[in-house]
């Protein structure tokens, strides 16, 4: 079974810039979430999708932060205008509908904000 | 607002040596509560899930405790190995699939 895609692996922007990243979750996985690993932390939830509705996006900075996932598949994830903090890694993860099955995650994407 | 905690935040030890590795939360109200293993540059893996009602799960050399009435958790790594080198997150499940993660512990298994 193929795991949790993600791309790009790595980015590099400038402060003010915008970046947008990519997850394809695991087949037929309902759930989907955005996690924010700051280096020397744990994630930290971003937004949680069931199918391509919102369950949680509290963590989520609004202003500057979006993400959708459309027709209940992939889902992208975008920053606009990024600032130095939001350096980290952006984790994608996926589940079935099952609450108490576990999370499987993609391998991230590094953003280095300069 | 739940947090977790895990002790030590770094630790080496010689190979074949057990270990224990710590995590503690504020608010046993919790579904289930995750280990998993993060390699530098990856994602995070999976290694034992205990639900509310368990006490323990066991894989191979890995055995996690739970007591939610104490909000602790162990995990147990018997006969480490130079592999065993990572970083471990302790993450809870309280409500909707919601995980909140400790900041981990970073394990070295020198040879």
């Known amino acids: 079974e193929a795991g949790v895609a993600q791309s790009p692996r790595y980015k590099i922007i400038e402060k003010r810039q915008s970046v947008a990243f990519w997850c394809n979750p695991i087949s037929g996985h309902a759930t989907l979430y955005w996690y924010q690993q700051i280096l020397g932390q744990g994630p930290k939830l971003l937004i949680q999708?069931?199918?391509?509705?919102?369950?949680?996006d509290s963590q989520l900075p609004k202003d500057r932060f979006s993400a959708e996932r459309l027709k209940g598949v992939d889902s992208t994830l975008k920053i606009q205008p990024a600032k130095l903090e939001d350096s980290a890694v952006y984790l994608c993860a996926s589940s079935t509908s099952r609450g108490w099955e576990t999370q499987y995650f993609g391998p991230g994407t590094r953003l280095l904000v300069l | 607002k739940q947090e977790v905690t895990q002790i030590p935040a770094a630790l080496s030890v010689p190979e074949g040596e057990n270990l224990v590795l710590n995590c503690s939360f504020t608010?046993?109200?919790?579904?289930?509560l995750q280990w998993f293993r993060q390699d530098p540059g990856k994602g995070l893996t999976s290694l034992l899930l205990i639900q509310s009602s368990q006490r323990e799960q066991t894989s191979g050399r890995l055995n996690a405790s739970l007591d939610k009435s104490s909000g602790r958790s162990t995990l147990y790594i018997a006969a480490s190995q130079p592999g065993d080198s990572a970083t471990y997150l302790c993450?809870?499940?309280?409500?909707?699939?919601?995980?909140?993660f400790g900041t981990g512990t970073r394990l070295q298994v020198t040879l």
């Open positions: 608010d046993s109200a919790i579904y289930n």
């Open positions: 999708f069931q199918n391509n509705g919102v369950v949680d």
């Open positions: 993450a809870v499940d309280g409500t909707a699939s919601k995980l909140t």
